[in-house]
């Protein structure tokens, strides 16, 4: 059975308080691992997995990032005079079609489950994808088209997921494991930031989901869960004791945590290594960078 998804949420609601005082002006979606926001590594990935129906959920002050999506025709035309046609190709990437992009506004902050429930209406019936833009995940084949792949086998929901050291557990949402296929995990349970000694794995959910229409109903129904807020592990939970099947998916990638200012500055190195046009220059002045440390101490 062939199962297309078209449709993915970006939950890009947050107030990005650990980036203050950076996000007190500009949305943390917009923060740039070298030349390019957050958001468009998302996007991309989203693009190349067969997305077409691109919905954001949003909040008061994300206006720049609305604006990141549209044309510029001024710029546009600069660089047209400019001859400058290799940039221009590359804002045009950034460029989406009308009415490929919906908003919809989270009026309060009560958690990643009510956000995406925010986005029920355009989600309406179809399986939709979920991607959380402070995981950026380096990958040869991006990590939500390798998912794509194997859900179109398994059907039913999916996280990505990987392993995370014991003491970290209390970080992310973490799946109970019923059976381990390897690649493919059928999930019994899922826990919202356990404790080390109360994780039933350490395998923990990353930002990327395919779910089910019907996981909407279970965030209505939910109340407030771990830290006063409507978890989307939780309706992903009950789900599973509803009878149906969640699938974690070990991805093949190089992930990091964008959401924190460590995690942000090592994708900023890899990143930056990984561009033609920087890397030996970046190379050389890490080298040395870490040389006049060493000679430091
Ligand atoms: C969210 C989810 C969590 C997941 C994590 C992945 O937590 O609630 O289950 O493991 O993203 O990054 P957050 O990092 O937003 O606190």
Redesign the pocket.
């Known amino acids: 059975m062939k199962r297309k998804v078209t449709k993915a949420i970006f939950p890009v609601a947050g107030l990005g308080t650990r980036f203050l005082p950076a996000t007190k002006s500009i949305p943390k979606e917009i923060l740039t691992l070298v030349d390019r926001p957050l958001i468009q590594y998302a996007i991309d990935e989203a693009r190349s997995a067969g997305i077409r129906e691109f919905i954001f959920v949003t909040s008061r002050g994300k206006g720049a990032l609305e604006d990141y999506f549209d044309d510029a025709p001024e710029l546009e035309n600069a660089l047209r005079k400019a001859g400058k046609t290799e940039l221009l190709e590359t804002l045009k990437t950034t460029n989406m079609d009308s009415g490929a992009i919906a908003y919809v506004r989270q009026n309060r902050p009560m958690g ?1 489950g009510h956000a995406v429930w925010c986005a029920r209406r355009l989600v309406a019936n179809e399986a939709f994808a979920v991607i ?1 833009t ?2 950026v995940i380096a990958a040869e084949k991006p990590c939500l088209q390798q998912m794509m792949e194997a859900y179109s086998e398994t059907g039913g929901n999916m996280v990505a997921t990987m392993e995370v050291p014991p003491e970290k557990t209390a ?3 973490i799946l109970d494991v019923g059976e381990d296929m390897g690649t493919i995990v059928r999930a019994k349970g899922m826990v ?1 930031k356990p404790a080390k000694d109360d994780a039933p794995s350490n395998l ?4 990327r989901y395919i779910l089910t229409p019907k996981i909407m109903q279970n965030l209505h129904r939910l109340k407030a869960g771990t830290g006063g807020e409507i ?3 939780d309706a992903i939970a009950e789900e599973i004791r509803q009878g149906e099947s969640v699938y974690g998916f070990r991805f093949r990638g190089q992930r990091f945590d964008c ?1 924190s200012k460590a995690g942000f500055l090592q994708a900023t190195v890899a990143f930056a290594l990984a561009r033609e046009d920087l890397r030996d220059e970046f190379a050389q002045y890490l080298a040395h960078m870490t040389a006049v440390q060493k000679a430091a101490e």
Do not use: F, P, R, W
């Not at 923990?204 to 930002?207: L, N, R, S």
């Open positions: 990643l959380l402070d995981d970080s992310y949402g919202e923990a959910v990353i930002g978890q989307l592990t959401g």
